[in-house]
């Protein structure tokens, strides 16, 4: 080995197809700069994903871990709930603990994650903020829905924030729907200072909806923890759905549950770890 070359030892692993490298920094050192999260998130000459995770230990004693997420382009964002169940495995699965709940700190506050006896991870992703200083996003005051300007096109749509800012429309056909082409205008745009995740969703009934979501910095992914939570908060403000919706992305279901303002939201789904490996940095 080179001098100077460091071995990490990592994790892949995946929640309906939106994959993860999850790497241990409670019991190794690294420093994970935007080119390393680049390097290990490429598909061609890293380790390949949509997110990189760090895990590590918190100071304060009541928090189980640390938890920061980066996206493929390097950039260091606030919540994953795909991540965050793909995280509660990891740490129960290399042994660095053995707590089926546990609490984890994110950069937008504290969540809980529970093993469940099926295999499944549920996480309580914490209340939605609508305001649109919380999300952030730029507007008068705070509504249902906005008009949202878009190239050619205005948009109605629902602004929210899941910890991690989200745009969510109605569409009468997630298939069809303009991902590619609306998604990196709708991720970057200017009334979102922070940018956007951004999802286009059908109702299906008022217990099923079926989700594509283009991620800032990922780009569109085969499943989106808390893009499925916006949706369906969305959703039930508008009177759409009911307190419990199946969400069928293109990677799987996710089971999410709201009860309304003030309360958090419930997301239920698999989590699997695909192989461990080390790679040289």
């Keep these: 080995m080179t001098m100077g070359m460091a071995m990490l030892r990592f994790s892949k692993m995946q929640g309906l197809g939106n994959d993860f490298v999850v790497i241990d920094g409670v019991r190794q050192h690294t ?3 935007p080119e390393r999260v680049r390097f290990l998130a490429d598909r061609h000459f890293g380790v390949g994903c949509d997110q990189v995770l760090l895990v590590e230990a918190d100071a304060q004693a009541e928090v189980d871990f640390c938890y920061r997420i980066f996206n ?5 964002v606030e919540q994953c709930g ?7 495995r990891f740490v129960h699965d290399v042994g660095l603990t053995d707590k089926r709940e546990i609490q984890v700190r994110t950069a937008k506050g504290v969540i809980t ?3 469940e ?3 499944q991870v549920t996480v309580d992703m914490g209340a939605p903020r609508f305001a649109p200083a919380e999300i952030p996003f730029l507007a008068d005051r705070e509504a249902l829905t906005y008009p949202l300007a878009l190239a050619d096109v205005t948009l109605t749509v629902s602004a929210l924030s899941m910890g ?3 745009v969510v429309q109605v569409v009468a056909d997630v298939d069809a729907a303009p991902v590619a082409a609306q998604g990196p205008l709708l991720a970057a745009h200017p ?3 922070q940018g956007a995740n951004a999802g286009f969703w059908a109702v299906r009934d008022r217990e099923h909806i079926h989700l594509r979501v283009f991620e800032r910095g990922a780009g569109e992914t085969l499943a989106c923890g808390t893009g499925a939570c916006a949706a369906v908060v969305a959703g039930i403000r508008l009177g759409l759905l009911d307190a419990t919706v199946e969400v069928s992305t293109r990677g799987g279901c996710l089971v999410i549950h709201w009860e309304g303002a003030g309360h958090p939201v419930w997301m239920t789904g698999p989590a699997v770890s695909v192989f461990r490996g080390e790679i040289e940095l």
Excluded: V
């Design 191 to 193: 009334r979102f200072p």
């Design 82 to 88: 795909n991540g965050a169940r793909c995280f509660a």
């Design 117 to 119: 006896a099926d295999g």
């Design 31 to 33: 420093e994970l700069t």
């Design 113 to 115: 994650s529970k093993l």
């Design 72 to 76: 493929a382009d390097g950039g260091e």
């Design 164 to 166: 991690n800012p989200h």
